[in-house]
Nanobody, 123 residues
Framework: QVQLVESGGGLVQIGDSLRLSCAAS????????SAWFRQAPGKEREFVAA????????VYADFVKGRFTISRDNAKNMAYLQMNSLKSDDTALYYC????????????????WGQGTQVTVSS
């Protein structure tokens, strides 16, 4: 089992930055792929960004390219999502997810999930 705990959300203004963190614990030694998803009220959960812990390769949703950066620190078992130039549309509950094997963009392929951290971008 892998446990995930997100942190770093909050209330910010348009154009601000936030860094979300995801702490992984448990059986993390095997190859993991992890991702960030988000869900706004009344909307489906959507893919934001993913990273492979072994290689560091990343993939992003088109709507965050150039603004968000996903990274990981293998020694600390941490994944991060640096979010810059935040927009009101970025308001959502952000989830960290992990799976054994390569990271994907599909939520149903992830078996480990955190509880989420709220990001609210106000004008």
């Amino acid at each position: 089992q892998v446990q995930l705990v997100e942190s770093g959300g909050g209330l910010v203004q348009i154009g601000d930055s936030l860094r979300l963190s995801c702490a992984a614990s448990g059986r993390t030694r095997s190859t993991l792929g992890s991702a960030w998803f988000r869900q706004a009220p009344g909307k489906e959960r959507e893919f934001v960004a993913a990273i492979n812990w072994a290689s560091g390769t990343t993939v992003y949703a088109d709507f965050v390219k150039g603004r968000f950066t996903i990274s990981r620190d293998n020694a600390k078992n941490m994944a991060y999502l640096q979010m810059n130039s935040l927009k009101s549309d970025d308001t959502a509950l952000y989830y960290c997810a992990a799976r054994r094997g390569l990271a994907t963009t599909h939520a149903d392929e992830y078996i480990f999930w955190g509880q989420g951290t709220q990001v609210t971008v106000s004008s």
